[in-house]
């Protein structure tokens, strides 16, 4: 008999090993994931199942998965992925998880499962997608709000104005949602993908994929719980992964 808990695959952050210079869990290569992520999809109703970066097996583990969580970190998309000749001094790559994650969404988009892009995890979906990404907002944008927030990543940082009729606006029930903000990049052309918020100065907050059952990805980091409409994202994302184990 299959679990109600849908099976919800989370992807992970990849640290090089501590050195007497360089701070870290181990001296050995590590994965790391924060606890939120985790705890949020299990609040939801998910079984959260963390996943590795072996690009050869992205699709034996999606054929288990009811869905998937692309997540951030501190690293960027590599520019040439979008066709960028050039790469900006504060842009900083991990090859080897952003191979495994384009696998990984790949075999997701293949099977219909429900996929959410948080941050980072977006951006990599835009790019998918077709589109390409802003490498450094303030250059770029210098009058931008501060999207790299001073304050604990745990408070709103800005505001975001959701799009009338779109998928995100039906989960969340709102026109404007509070969040945090932790990125220096930005989406700049979403290819085939809707956007479906904006901040204030026009950056773009999320992004969503018409026709699929699930895609969206978001800038902001939804596991933090900022405001109602954050987990009600996350509440959508299991409750569309349900509909797979049925």
Known sequence: MKS????????????LPATEDRAGYSRFPWYAIRQNYMDMIAACGGLPVAL????????AMVARLDGLVV?????????????????????????????????????????????????????LLAVMMGGWLVQHIPDTYPAALAHEQPNPRDEAGHAVNVVAGTHLARLVGQDRLA???????????????????????GIVEAIELPGHPFCIGVQW?????????????F???IDAARQIRT
């Not at 590795?52 to 699709?59: E, L, N, T, V, Y």
């Not at 994650?101 to 997701?108: K, P, R, S, Y």
Request: charged fraction near 15%; hydrophobic fraction near 40%; include cysteine.
């Open 71 to 123: 997540t951030g970190g501190a690293f960027d998309v590599p520019p040439d992925l979008y066709g960028a000749s050039d790469q900006h001094a504060s842009v900083q790559t991990k090859p080897r998880r952003t191979v495994a994650e384009t696998d990984l969404i790949h075999a997701a988009m293949a099977r219909g499962i429900p996929i959410l892009g948080i941050c980072g995890g977006m951006q």
């Open 179 to 201: 969040v945090n903000s932790s990125h220096h990049q930005a989406v700049g052309d979403a290819g085939r993908a809707v956007i479906c918020a904006t901040a204030p100065d």
């Open 4 to 15: 109600h808990f849908p099976l919800i695959g989370v992807t992970l952050d990849s640290e």
């Open 52 to 59: 590795g970066h072996d690009a050869s097996q992205a699709a």
């Open 221 to 233: 980091h939804p596991e933090f719980g900022i405001s109602a409409g954050d987990r009600l994202l």
């Open 235 to 237: 509440e959508g994302l």
